[in-house]
């Protein structure tokens, strides 16, 4: 799967913000048929996506959809819907137990046989939202071999841990370091977690920023209105883009003088063979 930077959650059982989805430009977004969907809305919900992906146009951006937790008991109609051609991957939430992964992959493995869907094309996006997910991340990670992405969800977190969100600097850094550093370990796309404040964009950037310097390269967003702050937040700085043209003029220097080295060594060993 491509990079990207970007990911924008939209309401599955919403026609009109998925029809204002089509007029925006993250790298891709994600249907949620999960927190955003009321539990007597989840059909609904399941009906309306399954139209949109059907109209779906063809773009650069990614599709993924975000289906119910493993113990929801709504997983095999979830995935009725989220395993279609038009899927890059599927977003699960609340991941704890590799056991449950593997047998997500397997259902994702039949039904892809069933729509024709080449094995192995639809990707998996791990959610990590407990302190039992994030201390098996990297189990989690090799259960399956569609896992891409891995995300760190902090309102979540906050629940299971008992404790109030303070959107301090520092809140939450070890959990996030351990889901960044297992995705950078297993080659996978580490993505932070959504910013609810949606009319800070200050802080949207300051936490895309620190998130970025502990290794994550994407971030969901809640609102078409991020997606700007967030693509500028991933941006290298002035200094940055200063500092890789230091280093490919540096390259490029050496790079001279080992050839004119080698021309001038190529002209010493002819010298010295006509004098033989």
């Not at 964009?201 to 078409?224: S, V």
Request: proline share 6%.
């Amino acid at each position: 799967m491509e990079p990207f930077r970007s990911l924008l959650f939209v309401p599955a059982d919403s026609p009109r913000k998925m029809a204002k989805a089509r007029t925006v430009h993250p790298d891709g977004f994600i249907f949620d048929l999960e927190d955003a969907v009321v539990p007597d809305r989840k059909a609904e919900a399941r009906t309306f996506l399954l139209s949109e992906l059907g109209s779906l146009p063809q773009t650069t951006a990614k599709v993924f959809v975000r289906i119910n937790s493993f113990r929801s008991g709504l997983l095999k109609d979830d995935l009725a819907v989220a395993v279609h051609p038009r899927v890059s991957a599927i977003s699960v939430p609340k991941c704890e137990d590799p056991k449950a992964i593997a047998a997500i992959d397997s259902s994702i493995a039949d039904l892809e046989d069933g729509a024709l869907i080449p094995r192995g094309q639809i990707k998996l996006h791990l959610i990590l939202e407990t302190a039992l997910g994030v201390l098996r991340a990297q189990d989690l990670c090799r259960s399956s071999e569609r896992v891409s992405a891995l995300s760190f969800g902090a309102e979540d977190y906050a629940a299971d841990m008992g404790v109030s969100r303070t959107h301090a600097p520092d809140e939450f850094v070890v959990p996030k370091s351990l889901v960044a550093m297992a995705a950078h370990a297993l080659r996978l796309h580490p993505m932070g977690g959504g910013f609810a404040n949606i009319k800070d964009d200050a802080g949207l950037i300051e936490e895309t920023r620190r998130d970025r310097q502990l290794g994550f390269t994407a971030k969901t967003l809640i609102h078409p209105n991020q997606i700007e702050p967030v693509h500028r937040a991933f941006n290298p700085s002035d200094e940055e883009v200063s500092w890789a043209r230091e280093i490919l003029d540096s390259f490029e220097t050496m790079k001279s003088k080992k050839t004119l080295a080698w021309q001038w060594c190529a002209e010493e060993v002819r010298i010295v063979q006509r004098g033989c």
